[in-house]
T-cell receptor, first 113, second 114 residues
Framework: SQKIEQNSEALNIQEGKTATLTCNYTNYSPAYLQWYRQDPGRGPVFLLLIRENEKEKRKERLKVTFDTTLKQSLFHITASQPADSATYLCALDIRTGGFKTIFGAGTRLFVKA | NAGVTQTPKFRVLKTGQSMTLLCAQDMNHEYMYWYRQDPGMGLRLIHYSVGEGTTAKGEVPDGYNVSRLKKQNFLLGLESAAPSQTSVYFC?????????????FGPGTRLTVL
């Protein structure tokens, strides 16, 4: 069956450390993968997109890696801040004639001051 | 630019009642989507549209209908609401090109079916 797995347990880290979140998938061949941030009571907000032929993408303190052999993406936040506390969703874009996006359940991140 | 707006923000229905959720976007996006989000299950795609006048089923389409009569609007209908449809509903839109498919989300509609 097709699955997207993100760590369901919350991740607690100290301010200033690097947070690393994992997204694993099975039986999909995504054209690209996206990461979104969601705050309580709000809709998700796009952060980064990485294509199937890219290994790494960076944006300010964020870094995403994409390994299509391992079927895994890692999302890193360096020098984390309490304001980074949120739920982070990974999403696969699947070619189906057009494009369809499948979301993971998300990982909750808490950054302690 | 308002982005993606959804109405209403909250709604309580009784079992068997019907309602329509409205989504509007002012970014001239081709693609629009309706998702539901339940605790621990992430976002699940209900229906989507790749252009005006077109709709397609997503992962969980049963019990819902949609229409895209105008490019900027995407309506989600519940003909006979059931308690299992209690959820938070998000609308999103995107350009939908092969190069870039970032989705822009609305603020959500919290629906409770009693």
């Amino acid at each position: 069956s097709q699955k997207i797995e993100q760590n369901s347990e919350a991740l607690n880290i100290q301010e200033g450390k690097t947070a690393t979140l994992t997204c694993n998938y099975t039986n999909y061949s995504p054209a690209y993968l996206q990461w979104y941030r969601q705050d309580p009571g709000r809709g998700p907000v796009f952060l980064l997109l990485i294509r199937e032929n890219e290994k790494e993408k960076r944006k300010e303190r964020l870094k995403v890696t994409f390994d299509t052999t391992l079927k895994q993406s890692l999302f890193h936040i360096t020098a984390s801040q309490p304001a980074d506390s949120a739920t982070y969703l990974c999403a696969l874009d699947i070619r189906t004639g057009g494009f369809k996006t499948i979301f993971g359940a998300g990982t909750r991140l808490f950054v302690k001051a | 630019n308002a982005g993606v707006t959804q109405t209403p923000k909250f709604r309580v229905l009784k079992t068997g009642q019907s309602m329509t959720l409205l989504c509007a976007q002012d970014m001239n996006h081709e693609y629009m989507y309706w998702y539901r989000q339940d605790p621990g299950m992430g976002l699940r795609l209900i229906h989507y549209s790749v252009g005006e006048g077109t709709t397609a089923k997503g992962e969980v389409p049963d019990g819902y209908n949609v229409s895209r009569l105008k490019k900027q609007n995407f309506l989600l209908g519940l003909e006979s609401a059931a308690p299992s449809q209690t959820s938070v509903y998000f609308c999103a839109s995107s350009y939908g090109t092969i190069i870039y498919n970032e989705q822009f989300f609305g603020p959500g509609t919290r629906l409770t079916v009693l």
